[in-house]
């Protein structure tokens, strides 16, 4: 008689990561349909298929798994938005995700639609240089990825800079690459005399300005464009921060945080958040949404841990402060450099 097999390691993680796919897609869809746009308030599911010309019954299907994952609540048959749902996925809402959402579905899941073939045949651009598309695409980007430094993270993060040394005595900050510039705006807020630059290509500052007068900032927030790899930044700072824009600059760190440096006052502060890689290169879990970029253009630019705290050492900064942040989209680094 044979051995029957004995038990071994669960297989619960691999079922898990293959249906992880199903709540993915019911999202994109409910996204892609407006379902979230018109629950609101408690419907019945013919009510929900009548508002989107759907099936009635496939629409009650989709609305029941829809409650299964926590996007939609269900009482007495009838369907209503989840909290969670109200805040980030109905259009209503200042902190709507549908645009981030897309960005991140369009750069980290499609690349990996044809994922054997890029792995048989390599990169679609071998060492093709990362130029992040279009100026149309810089501002799309910097606009869908606005909600993301709005309420949790630009909260955190302002709480952060406002607890350095002499903080109530800055007059000056930089906003490196800031897109959006929505963390000058929480930073500047939370200082009695603190006036920010906005530093980006002249599309992105066009978006930056948007947001600023939104916020009736005008007066202590200002833009300037260029490109921080090769046109002068300014002087007087006392806080440079950067918010994931270095990877840019990833084979040019030397030259760039000398010009920081240059750029600060005595004792000033240069803050960068990015990624960072452990386990060499295999976590933290956000890397995986670089994975479909990285297969295509051949093209690494990320940053292992301890990376850019580094090179502000080897540029003159006196001192630096790393801590590890979670963030909404993952783990991050924080660096705080000291001139």
Known sequence: MRPLPTQGPSFTPLHDMLTAAIPARLLQAGLALGIFNVLGTFRTAGEVAAELDADASNTRLVLDALTNVGLIEKSEGRYQNSALANH???PDSKLYLEPLLAMIKRMSIDPLEHL????RKGPLLPNARDESGS????????????PWALGEMGTCIARIVSSLPGFSGFKKMLD???GHGLFTLYI?????????VVFD???VIALASEFIA?????????????????DDIGHGYDVVWASAT???AKDNLPALFSKIYDALEPNGYFISLHDGMTGEQTQPAMILEWLGGLLSSGRDLRFEQGEVAEAMLTCGFRSVRSRTLKTPLGQMDLDIAQK
């Open 188 to 196: 500047v807020q939370a200082g009695e005399t603190l006036e920010g």
């Open 176 to 178: 490196l690459g800031g």
């Open 135 to 146: 100026p149309c695409l810089w501002v799309e980007s910097a606009r869908a990825s606005a």
């Open 246 to 248: 270095l990877n840019n």
């Open 201 to 203: 290509r002249a599309p």
């Open 214 to 230: 939104s916020y009736d900032m005008g007066d202590s927030v200002t833009v300037m464009a260029g490109d921080y790899l090769t």
């Open 116 to 119: 054997e073939e890029r792995i």
């Open 88 to 90: 980030y996925l109905s």
